[in-house]
């Protein structure tokens, strides 16, 4: 599958997964009452972004046809 992923919108992701998945964890540590589902799908979420970002490839763009990577 081709990249469609740009590195900047890579580095966001990448950025904001770690972010996502560090708020998942300090969720499910600490004494915050939200469900224990929110914290499984805040870090499905966090390891989504981070995949997409490493790997430069997003389904959801694919299945739209947006291209924001530029010629590599």
Do not use: H, Q
């Not at 300090?26 to 914290?39: E, G, I, K, N, R």
């Amino acid at each position: 599958m081709k990249r469609n992923v740009g590195r900047i919108d890579a580095m966001a992701r990448i950025g904001g997964g770690v972010a996502v998945a560090l708020l998942a964890v300090l969720v499910a540590t600490t004494d915050v009452s939200v469900p224990v589902v929110s914290a499984v799908g805040l870090a499905v979420a966090g390891a989504v972004l981070v995949v997409e970002g490493a790997t430069r490839r997003c389904l959801l763009y694919r299945a739209l046809g947006i291209d924001r990577c530029p010629m590599d």
